[in-house]
């Protein structure tokens, strides 16, 4: 039982936790978020959510894996035997969001091929929406699949090969290239932003704080909702990663490290985005506030667009799709290993086999995305599982722990035993009370706009 693997150092499973925090959301849901709810006054609640549940959250993950060294089915198990769904719950989401994760990532390697030419030509939403994902053409394939088969393959095989080589060997080597060069790559591209033209109305635009939202309730679930998708939890990945961890690993300073950085790289990603914005809108003479985008839509057809326009246009091009490819195979990595770790642990076969099965499974049903109505079905998916799947997978966590089995008690006098900076009662509030508070008026809000 225990020769459990481990992670070699702990700047290891740092850096694998962060390339799991810091992906696609970092890159083109936060500066979108941020600017849709209140800009510079976004912040506040984003600071509030960060101090009140991301972090906190990432604490308590981290001390449920590193306590009970198990997958997150096996830890919640071991917590409570009736309990054992939730980590499933969390895995199953995990599950589907890796079938849509790994197609974006091979449009990105696609993208980032095409950059060198500049292929997408000037008319670039024409092209992704057109030529790219041939929504125009008939029969349910279209000719998108032989068109994507070979990079999602290669997305799919770079990503069970990570894993098949396991934690040390595998996720802690990958990411120690990954995530260093994503930093560098990512920070070339942030200088050369904001020293283009332009720039600074696209800065201005976005920090500008609209103070008058703060009091609007979608704004704080907003803010909640960036919080526990960029951070990566209740997605199960938080607890299996942080199984892997020796005994003596300072937990809660881990947890502060992962938050702050992520967040870090949030802000660095919004100043980026927003100065090429801001050069963009100086080139096209149209106000910032008019091509402001996210999402999907803002890497494949505004930041082509922006790259036309760019002196170095194919060099900068392929950068910026080099790093989404970089950002979100790091954390498709850390998506499938949830599975990949809670399958073998479950029917006690080997890694091989569950990655043989797990990611082999996983692989088939991306290419569902991969056909005409791709883009819409990933889209529909994406909906439901960011507004309910999410907030009810940290609902029920947060719920069975702190109300249900009075496990947070326990957790605290762990962490506290290994780390430096002691839990109080503050923690228990943030988790007892706040964040059901909080994810439960999501849930319902949620809800109620759907059926509006
Ligand atoms: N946290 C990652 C991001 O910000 C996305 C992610 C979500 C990764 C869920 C794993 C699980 O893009
Ligand atoms: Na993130």
Redesign the pocket.
Known sequence: MENRSQWGTRLGFLLAAMG????????W??PATAYENGGGAFFLPYLFALLTAGIPILIMEYTIGHKLRGSAPKSFNKMNKGFEWIGWWQVAI?FV?STY?AVIIAWALMFAWYAIGLDWGSDTQGFFLSDFLNMADPGVFGDMVPKILIPLLLVWVIVLGVLSRGVKKGIEIANKVFIPTLVVLFLIIVIRAITLEGAVNGLDTFFKPDWSRIADGSVWIAAYGQIF????IA?A?MITYSSYLPKKSDITNNAFITGFA?SSF?LLAGIGVFAALGFMASQVSTPVTEIVDGGIILAFVVFPEIINQMPLAPFFGFLFFASLVL??LS??I??SETYVASVSEKFNISRTAAVVFGGGLAALISLAYATQGGLVLLDTVDHFIMSYG?ALAGLFEVVAIAWFFKGLKDLQNHANEVSDIKLGLWWRVCLGVITPAVLGYMMIQNLSTELT
């Open positions: 799991s925090a810091i992906g696609l959301g970092n890159i849901r936060f995990s969001i994760y998708f960029s951070l990566s997605f990945i992520n949030e950002a979100g954390s498709l850390s998506i999410v």
